[in-house]
């Protein structure tokens, strides 16, 4: 697998490169923030992983505002949520679809399930049993689902946003390696600061969530103009051995069992050209990986058994990664 690199622009061009970029990810920030309390971070993170069409794993305890997030970034870009409640008996049929009889066709025609959507949330991933995690493979991954034989296609901007819970372990099965992977990113949610949780209670503590009223759409072409856009971002040789000595690091440190894969610093470079884009850059610099590589790396780590007892934080190994490995000038 290669990342294409771009032919450098001129000065001109190369000026307003990540323009597109920075207006759809300050039109989100400013539609999501009529309902979503916050210094704007995650938002950030959000519209990184809907501009490279990836997903994202929120982890934090109950009540943090994950499903008020999932719900109005559906909102806001004018597209279909669905909500998919991860059980120990959930069954993949359940999350794609089943094929039923039709009588009046005397055949069997397939009922889409709750992945058909543009947005999914899926809560509590890690309590859905294994057979049904690993039906989710298949939907992030080549945005399709089979059953019985025929494939259907998910929506073009289909995205899954998962949660988990960190600290609850009972009726939880710990998501493998593999499905990790396939989440661009993971966003850990943590209380907010004072002043915001004082701003939520003052929007929100009086009404229902179901009284809030739903952000404008997003103009589509605002979208479609920044995806086109990040082709133009400048993605140098020198930044892409960076991204590669980061991950080589994380296969060789002594307290890591699975490092970094390729399709891992895959992620980290798109996520990386995002995020100049979002800063109005028309190249990609290393400050732009050091933003993005906490969420990128830290969920596709393993530890070693050793450093798990210890109470090793992932995000920890990724700092250590990133003082470690030389920055290209």
Not at 175 to 189: A, C, N, T, V, Y
């Amino acid at each position: 697998m290669t990342q294409d690199v771009p032919v450098p622009m001129s000065d001109a061009g190369a000026a307003s490169a990540g323009a597109p970029v920075a207006a759809f990810e300050r039109a989100l920030q400013a539609e999501l923030g009529k309902i979503v309390v916050g210094d704007g971070r995650h938002v950030q993170s959000i519209a990184i992983a809907l501009l490279v069409r990836g997903h994202v794993l929120l982890q934090g305890v109950p009540g943090l505002g994950k499903t008020l997030l999932a719900r109005s970034l559906a909102a806001a870009l004018g597209g279909t949520f669905k909500r998919i409640q991860g059980t120990a008996d959930l069954m993949p049929g359940d999350v794609i679809g089943v094929h039923v009889y039709d009588a009046a066709r005397s055949n069997f025609v397939f009922r889409p399930g709750p992945l058909f959507a543009d947005v999914v949330l899926v809560d509590e991933i890690n309590r859905a049993g294994p057979k049904t995690q690993s039906a989710l493979l298949e939907a992030m991954e080549e945005r399709q689902v089979s059953s019985e034989g025929e494939v259907f296609r998910l929506p073009q901007d289909f995205m899954v946003i998962a949660t988990q819970n960190p600290r609850e372990f009972e009726g939880t099965y710990p998501l493998p390696e593999s499905q990790l992977d396939r989440f661009l990113m993971r966003i850990d949610l943590t209380y907010p600061a004072p002043e915001f949780e004082a701003e939520v209670l003052r929007r929100h503590g009086l009404q229902a969530d179901a009284s809030l009223a739903p952000a404008r759409q997003l103009d589509a072409a605002t979208m479609d103009a920044a995806r086109a856009a990040l082709g133009s971002i400048f993605v140098s040789p020198a930044m892409i051995a960076y991204v590669l000595g980061i991950a080589n690091a994380s296969r060789s440190h002594p307290q890591v069992s699975v490092g970094l894969s390729t399709r891992g610093a895959m992620m980290l470079l798109r996520a990386a050209r995002a995020h100049a884009g979002i800063r109005g850059a028309d190249h990609v610099a290393p400050d732009d990986v050091k933003a993005v590589a906490p969420a990128v790396i830290a969920h596709r780590l393993s530890l070693t058994a050793e450093a798990a007892l210890e109470g090793l934080a992932d995000s920890t190994v990724v700092a250590e990664l990133l003082a470690s490995t030389a920055v290209p000038r």
